[in-house]
């Protein structure tokens, strides 16, 4: 049986952050020994047991991995004090700048560094189905819907955004993939790429039923991240696509 794998989460006050600590401790393939989350304001605190990150480098020699459900901002600064500490990294934040995604190259050259938009094996599929419907549907035109809850801020998603580059990538262009965003009620997340050409057209959708899929998905690649070389990948990599 293979070894208990000690996590850290980082942002783990938050949505995601919740659903991947209330996993993990259920799941005895993993210990929890760290939560963290931001640092907070003058005259506030956190719940007991979590730590700022500000103090995260000292919970780092703890740990198997770590798991990054933040901002991109923050990530980053994840990532690099993981490296420091020669700890894997599960990032699924999204919304990275140019710099901010070399940071991220630099910090993979010191470990294993999984980032992802999304840590659906549904979606990730979809990202790899995507890319053979426009490039065989070469000629079709294409466009990208995405629905999610009110309270998300990035529009369109990032899941999004990574299929349109799957699609240029694809057709070997840089047009802009047409893409709608809603934002409302309490949506998981839906996403649909719509290929339309003579007389036909084709949909390709996802809808997630829960964020407990995304915390599980993020858990598999903290497991799979245990016995690769320092590099940065994606779920493809994890899912062999």
Known sequence: MAKTLDIIVCGAL???????????????????????????????????????????????PKAGAVIDFTSAEASVRVAAAAAKAKVPAVIGSTGFNTVQSAQLRSASRSI??????????GVNLL???????????????????????????????GTALAMAKRVQEARKSSKEVQTVSQRMGDIIGEHTLTLAGPH???ELTHRAHSRELFARG???AALWLRGQKPGLYGMRDMLGL
């Open 200 to 202: 036909e057209r084709l």
């Open 14 to 60: 938050g949505r995601m952050g919740t659903k991947v600590v209330a996993l993990a401790s259920a799941d005895k393939r993993f210990k929890l020994v760290g939560r963290v989350d931001r640092d907070p304001g003058p005259g506030a605190s956190l719940p007991d047991g979590v730590l700022p990150v500000s103090r995260l480098a000292e919970a780092l």
């Open 127 to 157: 990202f790899h189905l995507a890319a053979i419907a426009a490039s065989v549907l070469a000629d079709y035109e294409i466009s990208i819907s995405e629905s999610h809850h009110s309270m998300k801020k990035d529009a369109p998603s």
């Open 218 to 220: 993020a858990l598999e």
């Open 112 to 121: 294993p560094l999984l980032v992802s938009p999304n840590m659906s094996p």
